[in-house]
């Protein structure tokens, strides 16, 4: 388990200075080979999205205006807020502010022969079921996850198991997505014991 809080985490800026990326989690960890990984990037102008050839992405709106994703023929979407949206790594998009303002997003991309990622919204308690494992990101209120308290900025990411997140007051949103191995990829052993021992 990883915990991080995204006022405290560093930030990279974009190479064409139109935003800036915070990295919150990346599995296997510091590879570009990765099976996932989880990021928060701040769009400050115009532009286009970097190309990732063979992944899938869900991005969520969480602050700011409202932005047009332009995927050409593809697709043109726009994103509302704490409302996931996906689409291919490989397809050229331009996102474009529809009111000027900077606008902050969640992104989750996949190693699309390999897994793949479900990302909702919660406000009440839960128990997440990825088997591939997982990430949340409080939005508003007070969770608890094991003997951690989270609240809004900060957030986990797991690379396996199954963990509840309880909502402690009456009101909360927390964003999470839950990570499953793509049909007829080979598990590593150690998860196939798990399924066995689930199984019997």
């Known amino acids: 388990m990883e915990y ?19 990295e919150l989690c990346c599995f296997p960890p510091a590879t ?23 992944v899938d992405r869900v ?29 291919a790594g490989e397809q050229t998009v331009r996102a474009q502010l529809t009111e000027g303002q900077m606008s902050m997003d969640l992104n989750i991309m996949t190693r699309r022969d390999r897994c793949q990622a479900s990302v909702r919204v919660a406000d ?28 809004a900025d900060q957030g986990a990411c797991w690379q396996e198991g199954r963990h509840t997140l309880r909502l402690l007051k009456d ?13 007829g990829f080979p598990l590593p052993a150690s998860q196939q014991i798990d399924n066995l021992s689930l199984a019997g």
């Open 171 to 183: 009101e909360g949103q927390i964003l999470y997505s839950e990570i499953s191995w793509q049909p």
């Open 32 to 54: 570009r080979d990765f099976n996932w990984r989880a990021s928060i990037a701040s769009i400050a102008g115009n532009g286009e999205f970097s190309a990732f050839p063979g």
């Open 59 to 87: 991005i969520t709106l969480l602050e700011g205006g409202e932005v047009m994703l332009d995927g050409g023929t593809a697709f043109r979407h726009t994103l509302k807020r704490f409302q996931p949206f996906s689409f």
């Open 4 to 22: 991080f809080d995204i006022r405290k985490m560093p930030v990279s800026l974009w190479k064409n200075g139109a935003g800036e990326t915070r």
């Open 124 to 151: 009440r308690t839960f128990t997440t079921f990825g088997t591939r494992g997982g990430m949340v990101f409080v939005l508003s209120g007070a969770w608890q996850l094991g003997d951690k308290l989270l609240t």
